[in-house]
């Protein structure tokens, strides 16, 4: 073995087993850990569902989405990052609408064998009143109509509503992305939902632990959330 593999190879073997453990969300096959209980949120509210009508984003939907973007997130996208994400071909813009409102919106990349979020927020108003799960239905609809097989979103460890949201939406976290967002350098959780159930054993150390990943490959995209959602 040449001494430039040598090298590596121990890289690999100190980076693999001196690095300080992750703390990973629940979802994953380990046990949540402590302050990721629902116990420590809020309940449900006593709202019924609200029936929203989900149809594609137009221009004149943007006051009003930048509006939830603002609302939603402590640092939001401008509106030339909504604009420059849905010139994009395969990008698509969409909203939930109650009685001539936007109530929510969700922005995402349709790939080959997969649909990849890139924003997704409920007006705070609305909250727990299952707008953002019609949202989730709406595309877990589009990827059987399409013939793709799954969803995959970046969400900031901090975010806890959001990974409690997309856990209960049936997503898994399936990777760990260090320092992913250049805003705060914060970690992201890679989740993913998927039409077959098992998540591929490549992703998984023989422990069945996810395994880090390089954050090249993955947009720092999703906006950080206001702690308060
Ligand atoms: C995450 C978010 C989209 C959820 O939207 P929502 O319309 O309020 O979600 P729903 O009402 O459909 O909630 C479905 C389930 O998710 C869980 N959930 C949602 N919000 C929750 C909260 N604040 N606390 C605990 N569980 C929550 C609950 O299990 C809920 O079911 P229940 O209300 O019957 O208990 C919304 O909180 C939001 O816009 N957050 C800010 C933006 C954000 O973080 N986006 C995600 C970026 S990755």
Redesign the pocket.
């Known amino acids: 073995m040449s001494f430039r593999k040598l090298v590596s190879l121990e890289i690999f073997v100190h980076e693999f087993f001196h690095r300080p453990p992750i703390v990973y969300p629940f979802g994953t096959s380990l046990e949540p850990p402590p302050q990721l209980t629902?116990l420590e949120?809020?309940?449900?509210?006593e709202n019924p569902?609200l029936k929203v009508q989900i149809r594609w984003l137009i221009r004149s939907d943007m006051p009003e989405t930048l509006d939830?973007e603002r609302k939603?997130?402590e640092l939001p996208w401008m509106e030339e990052d909504f604009l420059c994400v849905l010139r994009q071909r395969n990008c698509i813009g969409m909203v939930a609408e109650y009685n001539h409102r936007i109530v929510?919106f969700m922005i995402y990349e349709l790939h080959k064998a997969k649909l990849h979020?890139l924003?997704?927020?409920?007006?705070?108003e609305?909250?727990?009143?299952?707008?953002?799960?019609?949202?989730?239905a709406k595309l877990v609809d589009k990827l059987s109509q399409q013939r793709r097989q799954e969803i995959v979103?970046?969400?900031?460890e901090s975010?806890l509503?959001?990974q409690?949201?997309?856990k209960?939406?049936g997503f898994r976290a399936v990777l760990v992305l260090r320092s992913h967002y250049d805003d705060t350098d914060e970690s992201a959780y890679v989740m993913r939902f998927s039409l077959e159930e098992e998540t591929p054993a490549f992703l998984f150390t023989p422990e069945n632990k996810p395994i880090e990943c390089s954050p090249t490959g993955y947009i720092n995209r999703?906006?950080k959330?206001?702690k308060s959602?």
């Open positions: 629902t949120y809020p309940p449900r509210q569902a939830i939603a997130f929510g979020i924003n997704f927020a409920v007006d705070p609305f909250h727990r009143q299952a707008i953002g799960t019609q949202m989730i979103l970046e969400v900031r975010n509503t959001a409690i949201f997309f209960k939406m999703i906006a959330f206001y959602a």
